[in-house]
């Protein structure tokens, strides 16, 4: 299979880094040990921001139905004056780490860019907060391993924003094809909206108002470049994972909960990037097909589609639209959103007999997440379904970039006798980042 990125870039980056490490005891004890100020019944939980750019703004929307908003914090200040504008008598902060002082914030709303997640979550679980946190979760399959373990270990209500999983289509697609809706699941056709194939880009003077330095964060130094930076950080390898995890943390996790594993993962992936890359331009693989094997024998195929283009966009009305297709020795279910299809009527309009398995029902995403916060309940994407769900498309992106075959150990979480695939589950730190101490 032909490598199409930039393999040795990735060598030079992760040659330091042993995968799959653990968290600290002391970690660990500081975590479950903190508190806010304690919540009385008739409380409206104290909210923040950290990431106030489309996103985050648009989820700390959601938020404020619920609670209220108290602190904002972003790095650059044209973002921040433009979630000031929406919650004028929050307080702005720079710096999340000194926001999390605060006892009077309950809960923090994550929707800075995927390299800075972990990071703040960590440092929010530390400070006794609560998440609702923006897929996809991680950047590395070592982050997710941390970050469940310091949930667990916090006993901290913890959300993953894949609210497709609030989505009476997506629940009854899932829901039949694990009741045996469309007799034996033999296959899953995951389609997800192509990415962006385009550079050289150039270098540029850093805006006024943004924090450049500490944008980068944890990843390597590198000069400003306008799509690196908003938005666009979602095409760079070094910040995401390009379609493939931006929206794969969507589809691919109705797939696991549609085949019913979603808290363990495929057994083998094989991938392939359809294009080459524009060299000093986007990293992550804009077209691919990427296969994958679960213990029962199901498979899968993930790959790219001109459906759909990369803000959503019809670019292609012929080809097929983004979604997951189910496949069965009875048929066939396909959902995506705000449409759901089989391949024959009866198949959605038939009740499911009393006694079948129901899934996880929640018609909506932030208010399953409040009212978790309120009874220390499991949302219905905890910290562990939003890993797994990651997981798949990070190894997705580490068989395509390695080009070959992987066996990859759902409870060991590591890839079965490869010591190099191994090396690409974790990323090296630029200093002074580290996951322990934030
Ligand atoms: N669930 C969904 O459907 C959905 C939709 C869109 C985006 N997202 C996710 O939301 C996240 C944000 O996406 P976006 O499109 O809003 O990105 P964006 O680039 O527009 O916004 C990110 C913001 O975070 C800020 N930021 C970066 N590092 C920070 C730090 N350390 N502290 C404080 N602020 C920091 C940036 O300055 C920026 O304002 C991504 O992870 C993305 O995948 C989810």
Not at 40 to 60: F, H, S, T, Y
Not at 267 to 287: K, N, W
Request: glycine fraction near 10%; charge should be positive; include cysteine.
């Amino acid at each position: 299979m032909q490598i199409l990125n930039s393999r040795r870039h990735f060598l030079k980056t992760s040659a330091a880094v042993t995968a799959a490490t653990t968290l600290p005891q002391w970690f660990l004890e500081e975590s479950a040990q903190a508190a806010s100020k304690p919540l009385g019944p008739n409380d409206k939980p104290g909210v923040a921001l950290i990431g106030c750019g489309g996103r985050g703004r648009g989820v700390a929307r959601e938020a404020a139905q619920h609670g209220q908003m108290l602190a904002v914090c972003d790095l650059d200040e044209a973002n921040l004056a433009q979630a000031l504008k929406l919650w004028p008598d929050a307080k702005p902060y720079k710096d999340f780490r000194r926001l999390l002082e605060r006892d009077d914030l309950h809960i923090i709303v994550n929707g800075t860019p995927d390299h800075w997640h972990t990071l703040v979550n960590l440092a929010a679980l530390r400070a006794g907060k609560d998440i609702y946190s923006e897929k996809p979760l991680t950047l590395t399959v070592d982050e997710g391993k941390r970050l469940v373990q310091a949930v667990r270990a916090s006993k901290r209500v913890l959300q993953t924003g894949s609210q497709q999983r609030s989505d009476k289509n997506f629940r009854l697609a899932c829901e039949l094809v694990r009741n045996g809706r469309i007799g034996k699941l033999k296959h899953v056709n995951v389609w997800l909206p192509h990415g962006r194939r385009e550079g050289p880009f150039e270098k540029a003077p850093v805006p006024a108002g943004l924090d450049w330095d500490m944008w980068l964060g944890p990843t390597p130094k590198v000069d400003y470049v306008k799509e690196r930076c908003h938005v666009t950080f979602r095409y760079f390898w070094e910040y995401s994972g390009g379609t493939m995890t931006d929206w794969g943390a969507h589809h691919n996790d109705i797939a696991l909960w549609g085949t019913g594993f979603d808290r363990s993962g495929p057994v083998s992936v094989e991938g392939q990037s359809l294009v080459p890359m524009i060299p000093g331009g986007f990293t992550a693989a804009s077209e691919y097909a990427i296969a994958y094997t679960y213990a029962n024998g199901v498979t899968q195929l993930t790959r790219s589609t001109h459906g759909n283009g990369w803000n959503g966009s019809v670019t292609d009305k012929e080809a097929q639209p983004h979604g997951v297709r189910f496949e069965g020795t009875g048929g066939w279910i396909f959902v995506t959103r705000g449409k759901i299809e089989a391949s024959h009527g009866d198949l959605l309009t038939t009740p499911l007999p009393s006694g079948a398995r129901c899934l996880y029902a929640s018609d909506n995403h932030m208010k399953n997440f409040f009212d978790c916060v309120r009874s220390r309940q499991q949302p219905i994407c905890d910290a562990e379904i939003g890993h797994r769900s990651v997981t798949v498309c990070q190894i997705g992106v580490i068989a395509m970039r390695l080009g070959r075959k992987l066996n990859w150990n759902p409870a060991t979480q590591e890839f079965a006798g490869d010591k190099e695939a191994n090396t690409w589950l974790a990323r090296e730190m630029r200093a002074p980042w580290t996951y322990d101490r934030v």
